[in-house]
């Protein structure tokens, strides 16, 4: 009776052999859990430098215009997907134009914003708005004046972070820039601009 149980026993496990062998041999590979990545803030300060053209008008039908490019600086603060921030530029302009024998051009600008956007991990999407301030010159016969105006300035945007510190964005601006008068030719104008513009920034 005691050799019947034990041949059964060893006929049993001799048959069950193959088929565990069988089972580790060709199951599916362990699959490896992927590294941990933090997810990605915007919180902190960057500098940047941006390009992009500029679409003006003026008093005479004048559209001064021509490509811009300038330096950025700001800071962030994220709270959950909320962000929000201050950010102030300065941009160097070719835009010009000209109406009988004058010549009108808007050789640089400026802007002090705020920023409020919504992150989505390393997507930000937000809007801007606040202080601006350019420099206006006129040309007529060999004479020539300059003024400052001062006015706001508001736009959105989208940036995308590719690595912790670096990330790239597109930008829509519009500047309004208030009457100045140039007393030495009679001409009284103000500056309207919209701007669009790429920037890359670097994130402290």
Known sequence: ??????SAGLI??????????ADLRYG????????????????????????????????FNMNPSGFVGGLQAGYNYQINQFVIG????????GAED?????????????????????????VLIYGTGGFAYGGGEVEWFGWSQTKTHTGWAAGAG??????PNWSARAEYLYVDLT??????????????SSIVRFGLNYRF
Not at 12 to 21: K, N, R, S
Not at 43 to 58: D, E, K, L, M, P
Not at 179 to 192: A, H, P, R, S
């Open 1 to 6: 009776m005691k050799k019947t149980t034990l």
């Open 179 to 192: 009457k100045e008068t140039y007393t030495m030719v009679g001409l009284t104008t103000d500056i309207e």
């Open 12 to 21: 049993a496990a001799l048959l069950a052999t193959p088929t565990g062998a």
């Open 28 to 59: 599916a590979p362990y699959q490896q859990p992927p590294p941990y990545a933090a997810p990605q803030t915007w919180t902190g300060a960057y500098v940047g430098v941006n390009v992009g053209y500029q679409f003006g008008s003026a008093a």
């Open 86 to 93: 201050a950010e102030t530029d300065f941009q160097f302009s």
């Open 98 to 122: 000209t109406f009988a024998a004058y010549k009108f051009s808007n050789p640089w600008f400026g802007t002090l914003r705020g920023r409020i956007g919504w992150a989505m991990n390393n």
């Open 158 to 163: 989208i940036e995308v972070a590719f690595t």
